[in-house]
């Protein structure tokens, strides 16, 4: 069992995969600090917007115009946070948009460039087969 499992581990597939993972934690990170520390600070100097405060007190009991202090107070349904994961998570999906169209771009290039292959002499003799068959049936 021990030596299946590291047979699986060590496919091409799995190890690519685990590397993408990293990547993408790695680049979710970089994002989310594009997002609240660039782009929210910028909106926030335009408009006077700070979403990162943006929640509503869930009971009576939370006082305090701070997100992190009014959560030490009691329930807080923070509407300025998922506002920030949501603009995070369409800034990583226009970026894999663009990676993936970029690839695909270059799949195309690639493919346009090789010839196809020649027809086998046996395809050749069964498409000459059915094409008189065809005339023979019109």
């Known amino acids: 069992m021990l030596e299946e499992f590291k047979k699986f581990a060590l496919k091409g597939n799995v190890v690519d995969l685990a590397i993408g993972v990293i990547i993408g934690a790695a680049f979710g990170k970089i994002v989310e600090s594009l997002v609240s520390d660039v782009i ?16 509503f007190g869930l009971n009576s009991s939370v006082t305090s115009p701070v997100l992190d202090d009014a959560k030490k107070q009691g329930a807080v349904l923070a509407y300025g946070s998922f506002a920030t994961a949501a603009i995070n998570f369409l800034i990583i999906a226009f970026v894999l948009f663009l990676v993936v169209k970029g690839l695909n771009k270059l799949q195309r290039k690639e493919a346009a460039k090789e010839p196809p292959p020649p027809p086998k002499a046996e395809d050749v003799v069964l498409l000459t087969e059915i094409r008189d068959l065809l005339k023979a049936k019109a």
Not at 40 to 55: C, I, K, T, V
């Open 40 to 55: 929210m600070p910028f909106f926030g100097a335009l408009g006077g917007l700070d979403f990162s405060n943006y929640f």
